[in-house]
Structure formats: structure tokens, C-alpha cells
């Protein structure tokens, strides 16, 4: 009875073993990284009310005309330009 039990143990756990070995043993298959370009440039502006001055990070990897949507952006709200808020949103939701 012992012998049995231990048969069908070891039956059931053979299986599961198998499987762990294959996962344990399987090389990962090295995917090629795709390279994000995270670096930045340093956008500065003067306000045309009041002339405060700011500046804001913006991503290099956006195209040329993306990176001037994101520039009129920051410059309407970074001024609170209240009047374009609408225009540079929509400007802005046309780039990633």
C-alpha cells in the first residue's frame, strides 16, 4: 500500500518536475532592446506679460514640428495664456 502510494506520487509530481526543468533549462530569448531616446533639451521663454522667465524639459525624440507644439504649450500655460489654453492642448494632443 505504502509502495503504491508512493508510485502515484511520484507519478503525479513527475509531470510538474518536467515542466520545471524545461523552464529552469529554456535560454531566454534575448530580445533586441529597442533604444528610447529619453534625453531632453532645455526650453527657455520669456513671458510677454510681466517678462518672467522659464524654462521646461522637452523630449529630443519628438519631431520637429512636435517639439514647437510642445514649446507653444508650455509657453501658453507656463504665461497663462487663458486665451490660447484651447488652441495649445489641441497643438499638443497631435504629438505622442
Keep these: 500500500m505504502k509502495q503504491t502510494r508512493k508510485?502515484?506520487?511520484?507519478?503525479?509530481?513527475?509531470p510538474i518536475l518536467a515542466a520545471s526543468c524545461e523552464l529552469l533549462g529554456a535560454?531566454?530569448?534575448?530580445?533586441?532592446?529597442k533604444k528610447v531616446d529619453n534625453s531632453t533639451y532645455t526650453y527657455s521663454y520669456t513671458c510677454y506679460t510681466g517678462g518672467s522667465k522659464n524654462t521646461i524639459q522637452i523630449p529630443n525624440r519628438l519631431?520637429?514640428?512636435?517639439?514647437?507644439?510642445?514649446?507653444?504649450?508650455?509657453?501658453?500655460?507656463?504665461?497663462?495664456?487663458?486665451?490660447?489654453?484651447?488652441?495649445?492642448?489641441?497643438?499638443?494632443?497631435?504629438?505622442?
Design 7 to 14: 508510485f502515484l506520487l511520484f507519478a503525479m509530481a513527475l
Design 27 to 33: 535560454e531566454p530569448e534575448e530580445e533586441e532592446a
Design 63 to 96: 519631431s520637429a514640428a512636435c517639439k514647437a507644439n510642445w514649446e507653444y504649450y508650455a509657453r501658453t500655460y507656463g504665461c497663462n495664456d487663458a486665451d490660447n489654453f484651447a488652441t495649445a492642448e489641441s497643438k499638443k494632443r497631435q504629438c505622442p
